[in-house]
């Protein structure tokens, strides 16, 4: 599976974005998919998660009531909805894809993505 993240940008505080993940591959819905985001000098965060359908979903406390996960099986892509933007979500964003949902450990996902910055003015 290759997996593309787009949709990162520079936006105000209190902005939204939605970021996208297309993978390429007929197997695509055989994969959980996660977003996690670092910044320079940071661990890796786990960010958001959805599983294989799409009907279930984890989180990061930080991001609970801003972000949404939701999947396109039909079209290869998960997207990452954020509102409410804030200063501190200003990182790259990465998406994963892993044969198991539920895990918010980066060494959970086999596939990653390239990444897409994003970036919160105050």
């Known amino acids: 599976v290759q997996l593309q993240a787009s949709g990162g940008g520079l936006v105000q505080a209190g902005g939204s974005l939605r970021l996208s993940c297309a993978a390429s591959g007929r197997t695509f819905s055989s994969y959980a998919v996660g977003w996690f985001r670092q910044v320079p000098g940071k661990e890796r965060e786990f960010v958001m998660s959805?599983?294989?359908?799409?009907?279930?979903?984890n989180y990061a406390d930080s991001v609970k009531g801003r972000f949404t996960i939701s999947r396109d099986n039909a079209k290869n892509t998960v997207y990452l909805q954020m509102n409410s933007l804030k200063p501190e979500d200003t990182a790259v964003y990465y998406c994963?894809?892993?044969?198991?949902?539920?895990?918010?450990?980066?060494?959970?996902?086999?596939?990653w993505g390239q990444g897409t910055e994003v970036t919160v003015s105050s």
């Open positions: 959805i599983s294989r359908s799409g009907s279930s979903t």
């Open positions: 994963a894809a892993g044969l198991l949902f539920g895990t918010t450990k980066s060494v959970g996902y086999e596939y």
